[in-house]
């Protein structure tokens, strides 16, 4: 497999889909750290705040199989441009017409109906359009914005609520923003086409689920995010209520966990493009589950942090690369055009975590007093995804070299 970097243009086209990650991940983190405020406008119990962030992920989720099919059919580019402008409009409704709960609750699924085809459609563009010995690093490169978005979303939403004792206005700025992403997708995108030579038709959904190894890595997928969500969904108010935080800072502890995560994603894509995928996953997801555990199990600041940081190196961010590029090699081994549906299914598998994890944190929380036990729930969950590694193929039958990747391309 030949092992050609990526070119300018390439590069490019990445930085814009990193640039597309960073604003959805700013419009859904921003509101974490507000979570306890709007709970107390709103007095709601802790299983209804974490109903809000279960609203917008049950869209999300439903709509990845269906975006996926879409983005095969229609064209990725296409899809990906016109959901992203519901997102932004979805936004601005929360930020200025969200007045009760209901609203809330309304607005925020109906961003995540707008957010939902993006991970389907960024991903298939990537793998069909980067050479298959690339993916790993390419899949880093765009989940980077992952990393940005939770930066700023965490560190902008606390200090300027405290600054302006108002939340819309932060909401407002950022749907302008997304609004605005559109037409630089269009100007920088490439058009990698719908469906395979003159078919029209999506590839079948059934096939994806009866790959037994998709299968299981879907499974680790959700194992890891159920940790991830469940740390920065609930951290910020963990670290303020039950460990004496202030707001402005509770958002920025969160944050870490994407500042730390930057360089060893790009690091853990590359790697794992030369020595392969599984021998890294076995060693990120006890590593992944100890920190989570260290989360709730630590009382000084510095214990804190230096969990948090440990997150970062070794947790979701690192396997997520690895995770996008094990389940495309596998998908492209059963159809060069299964990369779309293969990235819905297997977003729509990692993304249930962000609708149950919000919830069974909350009502945890209710039923004990506190967010520990569900800080080591966590930890268990992600390390069954240790186990589930265990049983995947580290490369399909007949794995295609980049040749195949090349194919593909010229085929649209």
Request: net charge positive; proline share 3%; charged share 10%.
């Amino acid at each position: 497999m030949r092992d050609a970097g990526l070119n300018k243009r390439t590069l490019v086209f990445l930085a814009a889909l990193c640039a597309g990650w960073t604003l959805l991940y700013a419009d859904r983190t921003a509101l974490y750290p507000l979570l306890s405020v709007i709970g107390k406008d709103f007095n709601l119990s802790n299983t209804q705040i974490g109903t809000i962030t279960s609203s917008y992920f049950l869209v999300y989720v439903a709509m990845q199989i269906p975006s996926g099919i879409l983005a095969d059919w229609v064209g990725k580019k296409q899809l990906l441009m016109l959901t992203f402008f519901i997102a932004g409009v979805a936004l601005l409704g929360f930020g200025t017409f969200a007045r009760s709960y209901i609203l809330l609750l309304l607005f925020t699924a109906f961003h995540g109906f707008g957010a939902g085809a993006y991970y389907p459609s960024a991903y298939g563009i990537m793998l069909k359009t980067v050479d298959s010995g690339q993916w790993g690093i390419a899949a880093a490169i765009v989940n980077l914005g992952m990393s940005f978005g939770l930066i700023i979303g965490l560190t902008i939403s606390g200090p300027l609520y405290l600054y302006f004792k108002s939340y819309s206005g932060i909401f407002t700025a950022l749907s302008l923003l997304t609004l605005l992403a559109a037409p630089l997708f269009y100007k920088v995108l490439p058009d990698v086409g719908k469906g395979s030579e003159g078919n029209s038709r999506a590839f079948p959904v059934v096939k994806i689920l009866k790959n037994s190894n998709i299968l299981l890595i879907n499974l680790a997928q959700f194992c890891a995010l159920y940790g991830y969500w469940t740390a920065v969904t609930w951290g910020a108010t963990f670290f303020q209520e039950e460990r004496g935080i202030g707001m402005g800072l509770a958002g920025l502890f969160v944050a870490i966990v994407g500042i730390s995560a930057i360089l060893p994603s790009l690091v853990m894509g590359k790697v794992s493009d030369k020595i392969g995928r599984k021998k890294i996953a076995l060693i990120l997801f006890p590593l992944g589950a100890a920190t989570i555990f260290l989360m709730a199990y630590a009382r000084s600041t510095f214990a804190i942090l230096l969990s948090l940081v440990a997150y970062g190196i070794v947790g979701k961010s690192s396997w997520d690369p690895i995770a996008v590029a094990w389940a495309g090699s596998h998908a492209i081994a059963m159809d060069k055009n299964a990369l779309g549906t293969a990235m819905g299914v297997f977003n729509f598998s990692g993304m249930m975590s962000a609708v149950v994890a919000p919830v069974v944190t909350g009502f945890i929380r209710d039923i004990t007093g506190s967010l520990v036990t569900a800080y080591y729930v966590a930890a268990l969950v992600s390390l069954l995804g240790g186990v589930l590694v265990v049983f995947i193929r580290e490369r399909p039958e007949n794995y295609p070299s980049s040749r195949i990747a090349k194919e593909s391309r010229a085929s649209d």
